[in-house]
């Protein structure tokens, strides 16, 4: 018997510097697939070498997206607004306040689709990034996602 709902994968990205700087950020790479939903958590840390949770505020607002256009307003392949962060369904352990953040990337955009065509694969950057209290718009982090296309869609 095939279950119904099937877990959703968790991709984990350890921090690994100071968050609240402008510049710095950690870099990983990761592979998804087009036409899936994933979870990606955070353990976010104060410096190499430490594991003191960074506390983020209680007002400071997450997004993220997965894009390939440097420099331009484009928009990109697919966005993940704050409503996707830190839900306590996708991840029990999640609290921004204790530098454990969450997010649901979804993966299904026709805008991806689009992109990729009949490519097999593509290499985008995910940007995470939150806006403080202090209404100061930080980089949190910057990764390489492997972008693999299906060859069979099943609707």
Do not use: H
Not at 47 to 70: L, Q, T
Not at 93 to 103: E, K, L, N, V
């Amino acid at each position: 018997m095939i279950p119904s709902v099937k877990p959703l994968p968790y991709i984990e990205i350890d921090r690994t510097d100071t968050i609240r700087s402008l510049g710095n950020y950690s870099e990983s790479s990761i592979t998804m697939y087009r036409d899936s939903s994933y979870v990606v958590i955070s353990n976010c840390v104060t410096s190499v070498n430490n594991s003191n949770a960074f506390v983020f505020d209680s007002g400071d607002i997450f997004y993220a997206a997965i894009g390939d256009k440097y420099g331009t307003a484009e928009s990109p392949v697919v966005t993940i607004s704050p409503s996707s962060f830190n839900s306590l369904s996708d991840w029990a352990m999640a609290d921004p306040t204790q530098g454990r953040i969450c997010f649901r990337a979804n993966t299904t955009s026709e805008k991806l689709a689009n992109d990729l065509g009949n490519s097999s694969s593509k290499t985008y950057r995910m940007d995470v990034w939150v806006v403080n209290t202090n209404n100061e718009t930080v980089l949190l982090s910057q990764s390489d996602v492997k972008m693999n296309n299906v060859a069979v869609e099943v609707s």
